[in-house]
């Protein structure tokens, strides 16, 4: 089955503790991207990769670090600097993140704090 | 920067009415303007999207238009059935310096449509 897989589907943070989000596709993207979303506020971008082994703030990236080693995954660590990470983040992918491409999401991860 | 609103953030109608949800942006170089439907519990998908040369576009029981004047653009769904119920996403999009797509997204509108 093609497409984009996160998990945990569910995780719990303890006060201090850093943790990491999966996100892996087996769709040949270049561009992979976090999104968080809180109720009300639609989806705001954390960080974006057009290409493996770089990567590009978004607009609320402070408490946040990932990595991009490898084409098909794009973990996001959510660490203790992030005051407030109780919130859904989606994974996505595209092409090659250029104009008019369609996004391809995950099924997401809810974090909550302890 | 860029800013998307999105109106109403819920909409209940019944079964067969039309539904009509609004956006306005503020970025005048945006020219890309996707619409994503997420129903619960899962993944966001997108259902039309319109070009900033296009006034207007259709897809069966959706359409979608756009103002570039005014700097809005609305989703219409004709006809509506109770699984358009959902969460819908406006974006407006434009071109990075490096050719990266920068998509901004609406807060949202919950559309619940009753048998």
């Known amino acids: 089955d093609g497409g984009i897989t996160q998990s945990p589907k569910y995780l719990f943070r303890k006060e201090g503790q850093n943790v990491t989000l999966s996100c892996e596709q087996n769709?040949?993207?270049?561009?992979m991207y976090w999104y968080r979303q809180d109720p009300g506020q639609g989806l705001r971008l954390i960080y974006y990769?057009?290409?493996?082994?770089?990567?590009q703030k978004g607009d609320i990236a402070e408490g946040y670090s990932v990595s991009r080693e490898k084409k098909e995954s794009f973990p996001l660590t959510v660490t203790s600097a992030q005051k407030n990470p109780t919130a859904f983040y989606l994974c996505a992918s595209s092409i090659n993140g250029r104009i008019n491409e369609k996004l391809f999401f995950g099924s997401g991860t809810q974090l909550s704090v302890l | 920067g860029e800013n998307v609103e999105q109106h109403p953030s819920t909409l209940s109608v019944q079964e067969g009415d039309s539904a009509v949800i609004k956006c306005t942006y503020s970025d005048s170089a945006s020219n890309y303007f996707p619409w994503y439907k997420q129903e619960l519990g899962k993944r966001p998908q997108l259902i039309i999207d319109i070009r900033s040369n296009v006034g207007e576009k259709k897809d069966q029981r959706i359409a979608v238009t756009l103002n570039k004047t005014a700097k809005h653009f609305s989703l219409h769904i004709t006809e509506t059935q109770p699984e358009d119920s959902a969460v819908y996403f406006c974006?407006?999009?434009?071109?990075?310096?490096?050719?990266?797509?920068?998509?901004?997204f609406g807060t949202g509108t919950r559309l619940l449509v009753s048998p």
């Open positions: 990769s057009q290409i493996v082994n770089d990567f």
């Open positions: 769709l040949n993207h270049d561009a």
């Open positions: 974006a407006a999009s434009k071109s990075l310096n490096t050719g990266f797509q920068k998509l901004v």
